[in-house]
């Protein structure tokens, strides 16, 4: 899992153009960190689509939970694989399956998520892929609020920290 690395450049893109997110594997227990992640980006503006079969019709953080992605409705921008490594590969090939109907042009798998397969086929079909990587900490990081808590956020700035706002865009503080 170590080496992965993306360029600031690129995770900025997708944050910024990113406004509607799946969430396979988000759960409505409080403690789990897709509960976290799910109630931090909603927070910030996406809308946030849940999709665990458990929960199908029920209801996460106010969002009505999906069981499948083709149940999902479009449009999607980015799916965020919330499951195992083992689970990444039939996420991927459930989601290229929706893909033309859904729209997304990401497949962001979560901290500890890892799969060659998965990002391989997603970007055969021409998706741009992040593994290892969690969308509400590349957030915190780049808005600043990181910083706040006392984490390196590997981002040198002596101005007032950046948040982004409804649609992508920025303010400052």
């Not at 360029?7 to 960190?33: C, F, H, Y």
């Not at 921008?77 to 997304?104: C, H, N, T, W």
């Not at 969690?134 to 590997?154: Q, T």
Request: glycine share 10%; hydrophobic share 45%.
């Amino acid at each position: 899992m170590a080496g992965l690395t993306y360029p600031d450049a690129l995770i900025k893109t997708i944050l910024r153009s990113v406004k509607t997110i799946a969430m396979v594997g988000a759960s409505g227990n409080e403690i789990r960190p897709s509960y976290f992640a799910m109630m931090y980006l909603l927070n910030k503006g996406y809308k946030i689509i849940p999709v665990n079969p458990g929960m199908a019709g029920k209801e996460i953080l106010g969002q009505k939970v999906y069981a499948s992605l083709k149940d999902v409705p479009a449009p999607v921008d980015m799916i965020d694989i919330f499951r195992e490594s083992k689970y990444a590969p039939q996420i991927v090939r459930e989601a290229l399956a929706e893909k033309d109907r859904l729209g997304f042009k990401y497949v962001w798998m979560q901290l500890g998520v890892v799969s060659e397969e998965a990002a391989k086929l997603a970007q055969e079909a021409g998706l741009t892929v992040v593994m290892d990587r969690c969308p509400k900490i590349e957030h915190g990081r780049f808005s600043g609020e990181l910083g706040w808590m006392g984490v390196n956020r590997r981002v040198i700035d002596n101005r007032k920290p950046l948040l982004f706002g409804k649609g992508g865009s920025l303010k400052r503080l």
